[in-house]
């Protein structure tokens, strides 16, 4: 099966591929807000955006996914990042999800979310 790698980045930060398919399965790495001045509901859906163009660019999309991994820095942000989610995903075809709270890489990143689907 092929493999295809989209947006792959270089140093000095790691060195990885945002978005990965194998034949009809498209893996999404664990993507975080571009503007980290958001409050939670702001890079939840800054990162929900960045999901959709990634799945476009595989030639995919949300009612697609069939597995969700979301990061939390903080209970207290969870009903509205959820709220943002829900708004989002494909209600008659939601994937697998788990989330938990823990520290990110730096403290203004409130959420981090990384998916796999398929074409």
Known sequence: MSVTRHDVTSGPGPIMSRCVVRGD?????????????A?????????LDKIDGYLATAGSDKSKLLQANLWVTDTANFPAMNEIWNAWVDPENPPVRACVF??????EILVEIMVTGYK
Do not use: E, F, N
């Open 102 to 107: 823990t520290k990110l890489a730096r403290p």
């Open 39 to 47: 409050d939670i509901k702001g890079q939840t859906q800054q990162i």
């Open 25 to 37: 399965t498209v893996y999404v790495c664990g993507l975080t807000a571009s503007d980290t001045s």
